[in-house]
Each structure stands twice: as structure tokens, then as C-alpha cells.
């Protein structure tokens, strides 16, 4: 179950959702998904706070979803090092809010490249966050917004660079 959180800073709302989610995690397997914006700084304050409020409840969350907004390629240089600092600070914050090492916290994260248009990512930053991704262990990677060019998807879901 994927739930695309936008009221993380509701704190009723999200102790109410894992109260839920944990209800039904008693009832059977159920693995769950947030997705969340990811910042230059990693995750917003509020979404750790939801995360932690989430835990404290007793939700066992499977996955972090980042929502990355991928800068048009008119950004110029260093777009994906943006990227991977940002993912590298959220790493730094999952493993702390999760209690978990950090190749348990990259295992945890997962990657959602939010593209604005078409040409937003190339063949060779697609190839930078897949090789990123795999490196880190990451739970996944996918695209939404605009769709990539067959070329671009071909490299993000590994039928050829």
C-alpha cells in the first residue's frame, strides 16, 4: 500500500493514519509505502516528524518514496550531484528515524525521478542515478510527470543504456 503523503504536518491526521495502518499490519502482511517530497536538505522537518510519529505508533513502514524534482537540463552543471546530496542527506535521516544501519536505510529509500519535460533527463543522467541507486542498494527507481524518452526509460528500468 503506497500512500503520497501531503498533510505531514497535520500531526492528527498522520497519527490517525498509522494507528490505521498498524491496525491492519496486525491483521496480516501489509507492506507500506510513503512518498514524500525530497528537499536539497533531504527530508522536510515535518515529514521526519511524520515518520517518527508514524513509527511511534507502531506502522512499520517498508519503503521512503522520495519525490525528486529532476532540474531541466538548462540548470546546467552539477544537477545530479544536487541529486545525490540530497539523497545522501535523506539516507543520513531514515537511518536515524528507522534505528537502522546504513545499508538498511538505503534498502528502505527508493527513488522517484519527477520530471517536468521530456527532455528533463538524459541518457547520461538517467545512467548516473541508476548507477547511484544500485550502488546504494536503493529499493527502486521510477519516473513520473512528463514521460522520459524510450531511450531515457530503457536506461532507469534496465533494458539497455
Known sequence: MEFEVRDS??????RRRATAVAALQ???DLLVTYSVPLGPEGLAPADLEMLRQTTAKGARLTTVNLLTAIEPQ????GRMRRVASSLKAAHRQVAEVFQVDSAAAWRRMALTSVLAGPDDLS?????KLTVFAERAGMAWRSA???PPSAQVARVLWGGGT
Request: net charge negative.
Open 26 to 28: 496486525r491483521e496480516g
Open 74 to 77: 538548462a540548470a546546467g552543471e
Open 123 to 127: 541518457a547520461l543522467d538517467a545512467r
Open 9 to 14: 504536518a497535520d500531526l492528527p491526521a498522520v
Open 144 to 146: 513520473r510527470g512528463v
